[in-house]
């Protein structure tokens, strides 16, 4: 038997790939063909996808995209004999550029192995990490941790090892492990396809996180808005469970661990990490005040470590590999790698595994390609909802955390949404402030009323440009809405109310002609 | 014939099961909201009363968190919900064009629902589609790179799915 990959991913199944392996099975039994379908992750090649694989002598053959209505023409030329004439055929995958020149640490799995299978995933160096961590004392564990320099990928890029440090410091006869799969960033999805096409790494990080500070707990919290994972997520954690991954003796170790799917329901506020411990706990998504620290008083008053989900899933190549293998990659206080996410309006859109370092430029013209629609490229959001609206200028910023914060800047979770020259970006302004009017958790006037002030100001401003006296009033109009961000900044708890006002200010700043014309 | 005889106390009973089967779990209140929602499409006022007993809480302070979340809603949907992305990677690629279009096409503002009881039409900010924007959801099903035309061929093709369903589990009950 041969192995045809064909991913199941919410991308590539909102493209047809679900389709493709029902028509490719029925030509299989039809035909009794010596074929067996594999459901991988996806690559992240999404302008390929539907991206089949065939295993060949010369490693795996990518065609892509096989839509449905290409299966009967690709099947037809026999690909698992060896034939590489169809006109989709890419060649060897991992030789197509896009993937080649990345650095795959976290991701190495994604899209290779059968999400589902755990004996895939230990041939993939799967639970490497975990029994590296299991031949530790936790300190050395956190140690290892905190020398790979990684921080946060959730948003905030605070130490990881540090945080994990204080809970392994604060005594308390219950800790969790709560992993932040809230992913409500715009322009993201790293989150997504790693629990999709590589759960087991999540389930391995937990394991290891739980190992390091003394936990036996862990929690995902999973936004609605991805139902596809939530199954696949469901599917894993029984499976680990059943191999003895999960439960009263880990991995027959004398370690316990237990893991819990829990579902948002569809307020961004809740990947706040307080908001979210709230919500946990069965309440409105209302952001806490800190201190305390939820790693001194988290999730039920306990001690907490709450990491995102590719915070986790670098963990266990980290404890695998040495922290000194990751820490090998990146720059300054920007060690390792981070999943960027091309999205928007780009020809090549995917995920884009990198060392910290490059530029953006890197990133939009050699990975994307420039714009799918051909148009010149006009702005950049980096960093998602939050993050600012970068110009051409600004495009040579190195890929680091503390290059772009230099800037107004942030990398956050790693979004890159791209917009040609059809963008309006007082439409863009106009609904960072709507989109944080109908997100704050209200806790703050500043957020909560300024944010609808916003709304009204820009659309005065939009009024404004049609009258005579327009340049008097628009200026008057932006002094005003400049004001609003102050209050914003200074008065808002979080980082919702705190950081709207970032790419506002970007559009103001760098386009400021958007905001006088006419609609 | 026990739901035709007696819908309250039946529709009680259920909500009952799905709190028993979920409060032992500390923080229990979201599952079971979920619960609740995921069998009778939507949180009723009949059913708050229930879950506060059973968590504990006043009705007000269950009723304060159904209305916090967007996702859960406090009135019948229509057969298919239809959630348009419109957050930014799909603004970069028309998402406003579509709106307008399917709120046109339907008939229907977002957070409406046509008219027959077949489509109800929401807003959503981000469904991790974004390489293929712009992103749309049908129940479950999440769809990429979608225009007027191909909206309107999947909403057709799904509520046709919609009725059938409908039709099969009511040939069901009565067989
Ligand atoms: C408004 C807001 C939304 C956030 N959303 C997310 C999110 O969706 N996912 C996430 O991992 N972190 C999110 N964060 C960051 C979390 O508060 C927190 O820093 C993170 O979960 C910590 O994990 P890390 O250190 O591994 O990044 C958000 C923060 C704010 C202020
Ligand atoms: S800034 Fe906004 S979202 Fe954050 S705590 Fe204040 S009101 Fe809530
Ligand atoms: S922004 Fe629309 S799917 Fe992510």
Redesign the pocket.
Known sequence: MVKLYIPRDTTACSLGADKVAAAVQRLINAQTLPLEIVRNGSRGLYWLEPLLEIESAKGRIAFGPITVDKVDDFMATRCWQGNTEHPACLGAVEEIPFLKNQQRLTFARVGVVDPLSIDDYIAHEGFKGLHAALAMPAQDIVRCVTESGLRGRGGAAFPTGIKWQTVLDTAADQKYIVCNADEGD????SDRMLMESDPFCLIEGMLIAGLAVGADTGYIYLREEYPLARQILVEAIALARARGYLGPSVAASKHHFELVLRLGAGAYICGEETSMLESLEGRRGEVRPKPPLPAIAGLFGKPSVINNVISLASVPTILANGPQSYAAYGMDRSRGTLPFQL?GNIKHAGLVELAFGSTLRTLLEDFGGGTRTGKPMRAVQVGGPLGAYLPESQWDTLLDYEAFLAIGALLGHGGV?AFDASVDMREQARFSMEFCAIESCGKCTPCRIGSVRGVEVIDQIRNAAETPEMNAKIAQSIELLEELCDTMVDGSLCAMGGMTPFPVRSALKHFAADFKTST | MSEAANPQSDFTQSVKRIVQAHAAQPGALLPILHAVQEAFGYVSSEALPIIALGLNLSRAEVHGVVSFYHHFRSSPPGRLTVQI?R????QAMG?RTLQAHAKRSLGVDFNETTANGAVTLLPV??????AC???IRVGDKVFGNVDADSFDAIVAELSADAVEVRKMSRGDTHG
Not at chain 2, 87 to 90: D, M, V, Y
Request: include cysteine; charged fraction near 5%.
């Open positions: 715009s322009g993201t999805y999205a949404v | 992305c957050a930014e990677s799909c998402s900010y981000c469904l991790g589609n974004c924007s712009p992103a």
